[in-house]
């Protein structure tokens, strides 16, 4: 099963208020991805260890107290491994033995990564300004030679406004030192595991932020895509 607390529509529109503790989301879940009252960071689930990278770059384990607004768990299972050279924009075609379009799945990559390339934005304050804004002075991180794991997921195209259609990856590294939201990649002779088609249950934040929202629906689609390769 995967686990979602609050929607990409959501956080594009700036409901960034914590209002489900990292505690609760645990119960769902060993492994996952999401970010932190204020959009303060990235998250990143593995071994039910909840990571922030901020927006500085600095790495640190949260206490179970800390809220979010949106994050997506699972008991990571893996049901295929394959070990090859992957980057970010031929992860897909390579395991597209396994991956159904049709399907989410929880992914993992570990290894040294030759390079990757994370982002995290800065915390905020209210009123909440949209996802886009905040963006534009996101701290951008390129590292080199780094060991650790990626985790994420893949979910389907339909999925997209409630969650993010395609991948979707946080990156924490060994030492603690390196991670972020992940938009490139390049690593050698590194072990990809992918969990088997997940089941998926979606939780809304009973919240007057969330229930304000006005999405604008026709224009949706292109901003996410924005917001997830926005590098510069």
Do not use: W
Not at 86 to 114: E, H, M, R
Not at 154 to 167: E, M, N, T
Not at 172 to 182: E, T
Request: one cysteine or more; hydrophobic letters at 30%; glycine letters at 10%.
């Amino acid at each position: 099963m995967l686990f979602q607390y609050g929607t990409m529509a959501g956080i594009m529109e700036g409901t960034f208020s914590g209002s489900i503790t990292l505690e609760e989301l645990l119960k769902h879940g060993n492994f996952g991805i999401g970010t932190f009252d204020g959009l303060d960071g990235e998250m990143i689930i593995v071994d039910g260890k909840v990571y922030k990278t901020d927006y500085y770059g600095n790495s640190t384990i949260q206490p179970t107290s800390t809220t979010t607004p949106f994050a997506s768990t699972t008991t990571f299972k893996a049901e295929y491994k394959k070990v090859d050279n992957y980057t970010f924009n031929n992860l897909i075609s390579k395991v597209n033995d396994y991956l159904n379009p049709n399907y989410f799945y929880a992914i993992k990559i570990t290894g040294t990564f030759k390079k990757i390339h994370t982002r995290s934005p800065e915390k905020q304050e209210k009123p909440y300004p949209p996802l886009l804004k905040v963006l534009e002075s996101q701290n951008i991180f390129k590292y080199k030679d780094s060991t650790g794991v990626v985790a994420g997921f893949y979910s389907p195209d339909c999925a997209h406004g409630i969650g993010v259609g395609g991948l979707h990856l946080h990156y924490i590294s060994d030492n603690l030192k390196n991670g972020g939201h992940v938009f490139d990649f390049e690593i050698e002779n590194a072990q990809i595991e992918i969990s088997k088609p997940l089941d998926y249950f979606l939780k809304f934040p009973q919240t007057n932020e969330y229930r304000n929202l006005n999405i604008d629906t026709e224009t949706l689609g292109e901003q996410i895509h924005k917001a997830e390769v926005n590098i510069e």
